[in-house]
């Protein structure tokens, strides 16, 4: 589960980065509609449902290891931008 979720967070984390990028470029490929370059960086279709199962999946799980969720979730978070940064 945690594995799951944390491949959905890089999704997530990687549309982002790809959203930062179309930003820029929102006349020339999408003509001006921030939605078009919305639907281009992220496929919600999938990732939606996929991160709100595994995050729910992973609290019903999670069994008090003293540690709370947002650490685990920054932790996770920042591990996948790692990720993405070195391009692995």
């Given at each position: 589960?945690?594995?799951?979720?944390?491949?959905?967070?890089?999704?997530l984390?990687?549309?982002?980065?790809?959203?930062?990028?179309e930003?820029?470029?929102?006349?020339?490929?999408?003509?001006?509609?921030?939605?078009?370059?919305?639907?281009?960086?992220?496929?919600?279709?999938?990732?939606?449902?996929?991160?709100?199962?595994?995050?729910?999946?992973?609290?019903?799980?999670?069994?008090?290891?003293?540690?709370?969720?947002?650490?685990?979730?920054?932790?996770?978070?920042?591990?996948?931008?790692?990720?993405l940064?070195?391009?692995?």
């Amino acid at each position: 589960t945690f594995h799951f979720m944390a491949l959905e967070i890089r999704a997530l984390l990687k549309g982002i980065c790809y959203l930062a990028e179309e930003i820029f470029h929102l006349q020339s490929r999408h003509h001006g509609s921030f939605w078009r370059a919305l639907s281009a960086c992220f496929s919600l279709h999938w990732h939606g449902p996929m991160l709100l199962i595994c995050s729910s999946a992973y609290v019903a799980l999670l069994h008090g290891d003293g540690q709370p969720l947002g650490f685990h979730l920054g932790l996770t978070s920042l591990c996948e931008l790692f990720i993405l940064a070195l391009g692995l």
